[in-house]
């Protein structure tokens, strides 16, 4: 088909070209106008104290992209419209369904909004999902880092316990000074009976053998005694240490905790009807774009059916005709319209 043959087309089925999109565009007028006035509420979440910091939990170089994620999957959780619809009476599926959040620009500050045929919900619903969602984001790692100081405290005391036990039941107060002591007094000992058998004195060297042997008794149980404290001593050592960290994780969450719960956190902008003319003017191109190419498509498929249905009865030859022309070739004579051609 040349351009003349679409021309002739679209000039033929012109009523199915203008009448497709004048349809659609009409009704995206209707839906627009004609339905309840819809109420748009925002919040805006500083996060200024939130991100960004070497104490933050969301820090380093890609810590504001991780808030953004981690903040924008809490607003959409099951549990958060939840507990907002236990708040404020309003269904959770509206929740969900007229909620959005989105960055300022490349900033981790988000902006929470909320889109209602109800204008008395639409603030307190926005408000609370933002609250909700940092919620969810800070107060479990709050509750994480207490527990994790609680099971240090708890290890602490237990091991103290234990070393405090030991010192109890073995009437030894520092095994490992005692030991160092016996130790000193078995060199001394021993030096000493060195010193008797190189001066000949066999007899006093002799003498010592016995309080050697017993020293040297002595000193192996201060020795079974000094590991057994020495094993209890570090258990309660890195047991403090343990208790320490915990200590400054559980300060630091429970810091983004509070902070997360300041009453500037989130601000909130008073309620506006969503502008009808900016909704139809971001409906109306696509809504018309798309029933354009539709009307082309029908037009373009009523033209195929339509010659599909010309050529069968042209091309069908009729039965008198194909009788007509077996007798002539039986009998040995040309057809009629032959003979009549070379007439």
Not at 141 to 157: D, T
């Amino acid at each position: 088909m040349e351009i003349i043959d679409y021309l002739s087309l679209a000039r033929r089925r012109l009523r199915i070209l203008i009448g497709v999109p004048l349809v659609a565009a009409l009704l995206v007028f209707a839906w627009t106008f004609l339905r309840p006035a819809e109420y748009k509420s925002t919040a805006t979440v500083n996060t200024a104290t939130l991100v960004g910091g070497e104490s933050n939990s969301f820090n380093g170089p890609q810590g504001p992209n991780q808030f953004v994620a981690a903040y924008a999957a809490a607003v959409n959780m099951p549990k958060v419209a939840k507990a907002v619809s236990d708040a404020t009476g309003v269904a959770a599926a509206d929740i969900r369904s007229g909620i959005d959040v989105a960055p300022t620009g490349a900033s981790p500050q988000m902006v929470v909004s909320y889109f209602s045929g109800d204008q008395k919900s639409a603030e307190p619903v926005v408000k609370g999902v933002a609250l909700q969602a940092l919620r969810e984001l800070f107060e479990p790692r709050a509750q994480a880092a207490e527990q994790g100081r609680e099971i240090a405290l708890k290890e602490v005391n237990s091991v103290s316990t234990a070393l405090a036990d030991f010192v109890k039941t073995k009437r030894i107060a520092d095994p490992p000074a005692n030991y160092q002591a016996q130790l000193a007094k078995v060199n001394g000992l021993q030096q000493q009976q060195a010193s008797f058998r190189a001066n000949g004195n066999s007899t006093a060297a002799a003498a010592l053998e016995k309080p050697i042997e017993d020293a040297q008794t002595v000193l192996v149980e201060l020795s079974a005694l000094t590991a057994e404290y020495n094993g209890l001593a570090a258990r309660v050592k890195a047991a403090n240490d343990d208790l320490a960290s915990a200590q400054r994780t559980y300060r630091l969450a429970a810091t983004e905790w509070a902070a997360a719960q300041a009453a500037e956190i989130v601000f909130v902008k008073p309620v506006t009807e969503v502008d009808r003319k900016a909704t139809l003017l971001t409906l109306l191109p696509s809504a018309v774009g798309a029933s354009l190419l539709l009307a082309v498509i029908l037009v373009l498929l009523m033209e195929l059916l339509g010659r599909g249905q010309s050529r069968k009865p042209s091309e069908a030859p009729s039965l008198g005709e194909t009788g007509a022309s077996s007798e002539s070739v039986a009998s040995g004579e040309p057809p009629a319209d032959m003979s009549r051609r070379s007439r």
